[in-house]
């Protein structure tokens, strides 16, 4: 339930004031204030928020168990200083009055919320845009599709390529779509007519996976013919060539957009985006590397092999910092979450792992009932989870429950198996 306060009096918020700023340690206080803020940031996703909302509750519990206040006025207090810090410093001894509602709880607790059908070939790839609204599908049939998360229902066909579309990725500012295809061509597309807008060609076989870098101007693709190139994504022109001795299965920007990673059966290894020099090379997987990608503070790598494990690395050095094997079959791909407390494996068959990164344990397993999953990904706001499988669909999780979920009919999840 939420619960509701009622703030009133000047004195009583300098009291509470006092009495928060004594006992609280300052890194406590931080925590909840940047929490707090977090949670009511306009510049946020509502979903964001409410997870902002849901570990600030968590951290408000923390401390009335550790020092005795009650969360209601640790809460007021927040409120409290929030507006205080909006108004002129000579009339803070003014009276705020608001009402206060303590966030509600997230549960973690997987469960399924949509499953997309309408292309007429084998999907390829999945991704969601960067404020978790969207989604993108691509397929055998040569199109990708635009599709409403909430809803289901497909917005835009991007139709021109000439064969199967292997991937598709959005900007970062959601107006773009990068496209890549065995036709040897990378397009990018507007998200909000379906008409291209540039077509990136050079690479003399498929294209098989792009992305954007975090500010949207350049882009970076890979290919077959050995090759991952570094674009202008306005001109077309073309700034880097990465070159390896094997077809470049993937390639991707660090989320700051100075590094780039690209994988091959046989390696991984970090570029300069910058200068287009090689960084390092990951070595010490048994058997062929099937994807790699950054953490989201583009220290370390993460990459996913036919030898049964996930591996951690410094994305600098090269240095393995940790080596996973939880699952007898081969791992197909290995993604963190955007806020950095889980990471997904993939394997090569219907299991999908969500793994705890503080830990490292498996806190949950995912099992689809028809069909081999092909990848999995996290939405940018980190509570839900896309993924592909052969059975030519795509199938969108939540992570997580609020209180007001709990007291419906919607807590029941599907084909979960493991619990947190």
């Known amino acids: 339930m939420i619960a509701v306060l009622s703030v009133g009096s000047a004195s009583a918020n300098t009291n509470s004031a006092h009495e928060c700023e004594q006992q609280l340690t300052p890194t406590t206080m931080a925590d909840l204030r940047a929490l707090y803020n977090k949670s009511v940031s306009p510049s946020l996703t509502p979903e964001q928020r409410l997870m902002a909302a849901s570990l600030y509750r968590q951290k408000l519990e923390a401390a009335e168990a550790a020092y005795f206040i009650t969360k209601e006025r640790l809460h007021a ?13 000579d009339d803070s001894s003014q009276t705020v009055t608001s009402t206060i509602q303590i966030p509600p709880r997230l549960t973690y607790n997987p469960r399924l919320i949509q499953e997309l059908h309408g292309h007429k070939d084998k999907i390829i790839n999945a991704a969601f845009s960067a404020d978790s609204t969207m989604v993108v599908t691509t397929s055998k049939d040569g199109t990708a599709q635009i599709w409403n998360v909430t809803t289901g229902e497909e917005i835009l066909t991007l139709k021109g390529h000439e064969d199967t579309v292997k991937s598709a990725a959005f900007s970062h500012d959601g107006t773009r779509i990068i496209t890549t295809s065995s036709d040897k ?7 909000t007519t379906g008409e291209k807008i540039l077509t990136l060609s050079g690479h003399w076989k498929a294209v098989t996976s792009a992305a954007f870098s975090a500010d949207d101007k350049r882009v970076i693709t890979a290919s077959d013919d050995r090759d991952a190139r ?31 990673v690209t994988t091959t059966v046989n390696s991984a290894q970090t570029w300069n985006a910058i200068t287009g020099k090689k960084i390092c090379a990951f070595i010490g997987h048994k058997e062929a590397i099937n994807h790699a990608a950054f ?98 669909t795509v199938r969108i999780w939540s992570l997580y429950l609020t209180e ?17």
Do not use: C
Request: proline fraction near 2%; charged fraction near 20%.
């Open 295 to 392: 953490s989201p503070d583009g220290k370390q790598i993460v990459t996913a092999s036919d030898d049964q494990t996930v591996q951690i690395w410094d994305s600098v050095t090269g240095e393995k910092i940790n080596s996973l094997k939880n699952h007898w079959r081969e791992i197909k791909s290995a993604v963190f979450s955007p806020d950095s407390s889980r990471l997904t494996t993939v394997y090569t068959d219907t299991t999908v792992q969500i793994l705890n990164t503080t830990t490292w344990a498996v806190i949950h397993t995912l099992k689809l009932q028809n069909g081999w999953v092909n990848f999995a990904s996290f939405s940018a706001d980190s509570t839900k989870v896309i993924i592909q499988a052969l059975d030519n």
């Open 185 to 191: 061509t990378a397009r990018i597309w507007s998200t």
């Open 77 to 89: 207090w927040m409120i409290d200083q929030s507006e205080l810090s909006s108004q002129d410093k």
């Open 230 to 260: 570094i674009w202008d994504a306005i001109t077309g022109e073309k700034i880097h060539r990465l070159q390896d001795f094997n077809s470049i299965e993937y390639a991707a920007f660090s989320p700051d957009g100075t590094m780039a």
């Open 404 to 420: 007001e979920d709990l007291l419906s009919d919607r807590s029941e999840p599907s084909i979960v198996e493991g619990s947190l």
